[in-house]
């Protein structure tokens, strides 16, 4: 489980949690790129408070997002009481998203908001919006490039939301995403250079959701070719080493075709990947 740490004090949260709503009630109407995690839940959630139906979310369908991450998705905008429509994109028939070079991010959102511009047009939205935050900005994050050419708007960060304060606001709202693990899509697993493939996608796909079955949440299944490099937080660590357990998770990732099943002992880190492809 994650926890808030150092929160914000209430009344600079509710300065932002204003100003937020005033961004939205600005923009009028907006289709949120929709995802279920952290941000752009609470981003759908106070547009919807705010705008009411002028609010509608949109969720990509692709082989490189799990099945459970989207019926979660599904069942959180049921309860925001959202209309959430399904886009099939198709990010893997594009050549430059397959090649994963260091801008793959760019290509899949891309695919993204090709998709959303014709829908939000055809619903008389003039507005797109995803779920960015102020601990994104320079970071390494082609998708913003995309995002600024197709014009989306960014209403957290407009109001200069930080990670903790978005989870800090979505405890105060009531949203179940608060202190949900933070997820990026399968294709995020494989480091650049190397192609991305349903294949590969599958494998980390199967091999995330058995480990999971432990009770594991905060995971990646790193895949260098035929290696998996597993990655779960510090106190899961134990879990995976008891022998029960590492006979299993062994036995199944090589029956999902991994030659090397791996455990990093420096446990769980965002963009990892990154960091193989630019070592210091």
Known sequence: MLSIKAPTPAGELDAKHRRLVEILRELGSVLVAFSGGVDSALLLKVAYDTLGDRAVGAIALSETIPAEEVQAAEDLARQIGVRLIKVHTEEMLNAAFR??????????????????????????IPHLAYGINADDVGDHRPGQTAAAEWEVKGPLLDAGLHKLEIRQLSRRLGLPTWNKPAMACLSSRIPH????????????????????????HNLRVRTHDKIARIEVDAESLPLL????????????????????????????RSGSTNAVNNPS
């Not at 294949?199 to 480990?211: G, K, N, Q, Y």
């Not at 080493?241 to 998770?249: G, H, K, L, S, Y």
């Open 241 to 268: 080493v008891q022998p029960e357990v590492r006979t299993q998770i062994s036995a199944r990732l090589h029956e999902l075709g991994y030659r090397y099943v791996t455990l990093d002992l420096e446990g769980f």
């Open 193 to 216: 250079g190397q192609a991305i493939t349903v294949e590969a996608i599958h494998m980390v796909d199967e091999a995330e959701r058995f480990i999971r079955s432990f009770g594991v």
């Open 99 to 124: 090649t994963n070079d260091a801008n793959r991010c760019y290509h899949c959102k891309t695919e993204l908001f090709t998709k959303l511009r014709p829908l939000a047009d055809s619903l008389g």
